[in-house]
Nanobody
Framework: QVQLVESGGGLVQAGDSLRLSCTAS????????MGWFRQAPGKEREFVAG????????SYANAVKDRSTISRDNARNTVYLQMNSLKPEDTAVYYC????????????????WGQGTQVTVSS
């Protein structure tokens, strides 16, 4: 079993950038496809970005694809989400997740989840 811990969230202004990190323990993440999801108050959890186990394939939600980059460092057991030109609508709790399945965008496919990190973007 793998444990996931997110970090890097915070309060920023519109237009700023953030890099979120997800550090795993308990097992090497190289066997997992990894995803970032977010959940805003009163809304369902939604897919943000995903990366396959090798890092050669990525997927992004339309809302972030021109402003975000997901990457992974399997040697450091860490996955990153670089977000640029942040908007108030990016405000949410951001979750990291791992799946044994090939890269997927639906939350139900993911087996392990972190506790989340809050991102708040002020206008």
């Amino acid at each position: 079993q793998v444990q996931l811990v997110e970090s890097g969230g915070g309060l920023v202004q519109a237009g700023d950038s953030l890099r979120l990190s997800c550090t795993a323990s308990g097992r090497a993440i190289s066997v997992y496809a990894m995803g970032w999801f977010r959940q805003a108050p009163g809304k369902e959890r939604e897919f943000v970005a995903g990366i396959n186990s090798s890092g050669r394939s990525t997927s992004y939600a339309n809302a972030v694809k021109d402003r975000s980059t997901i990457s992974r460092d399997n040697a450091r057991n860490t996955v990153y989400l670089q977000m640029n030109s942040l908007k108030p609508e990016d405000t949410a709790v951001y979750y990291c997740a791992a799946t044994y399945k090939p890269l997927r965008e639906d939350a139900y496919a993911y087996d392990y989840w972190g506790q989340g990190t809050q991102v708040t973007v002020s206008s």
